[in-house]
């Protein structure tokens, strides 16, 4: 078994990491969906920028809980990066937005199932259920932004990235290789139990 400290590390440098990312990612979302003229696509647009912000609140929320801060350095290229897609976004066109934020979404979807996996091994089972959560809402931005990918017909020529396995596989697998939620926290309760005593 992994040390937890190590689990610990992984977990606030997962997050610290995910917390600027959700920054620049709201940034450019709120330039985004400005360049646009499609009216359901800019309150799609617009709705994913307030997910992106929750995110980051909910992210920011664990990193106080483990005791630990962003990174300063990290927050300040978030904040440059995402403002200059945003404002790149008027000048590139629709479909080149529309490939980077789904191409990003992907892997977002991973890095919010590893950190419930760090949580889970370091004994946070508080925030397993949220960061699954997170990684389900992440799954349904890559999901919209691919389908807006392959309604241009340029997009259809494109190489998309990997497409996620279906959005039950991200608690199905978590449960499979540790048990349900609940059987994880019943199993701390037992051992903090026999510790005490």
């Known amino acids: 078994m ?4 190590y689990s610990r590390d992984k977990l606030i440098a997962l997050l610290q990491l995910a917390y600027s990312g959700e920054l620049a990612a709201a940034y450019a ?12 696509e800019r309150d799609s647009i617009r709705r994913i920028e307030e997910d992106e912000w929750r995110h980051r609140r909910l992210v920011g929320e664990m990193l106080a809980r483990l005791d630990a801060k962003p990174s300063r350095g990290r927050e ?3 904040a440059i990066i995402g403002r200059t897609l945003g404002l790149l976004c008027h000048l590139t066109g629709w479909l080149l937005p529309m490939y980077g934020a789904g191409k990003l979404e992907s892997r977002n979807v991973k890095e919010y199932e590893t950190a419930a996996r760090y949580a889970r091994d370091c004994r946070y089972f508080e925030l397993i259920d949220c960061l699954l959560e997170m990684a389900e809402v992440e799954w349904d931005h890559e999901l919209y932004f691919r389908a807006r990918v392959l309604s241009h017909r340029l997009g259809r020529r494109l190489s998309l ?4 396995p279906p959005k ?30």
Do not use: F, M
């Open 2 to 5: 992994v040390p937890d400290n």
């Open 168 to 197: 039950e596989t991200i608690r199905l697998s978590y449960e499979g290789e540790s048990g349900t939620l609940l059987e994880d926290k019943s199993r701390h309760l037992r051992e903090r139990a026999t510790t005490a005593a």
């Open 161 to 164: 990235w990997p497409q996620p």
């Open 76 to 78: 300040a290229r978030a």
């Open 29 to 40: 979302y709120r330039g985004h969906w400005h360049s646009l003229t499609s009216v359901n």
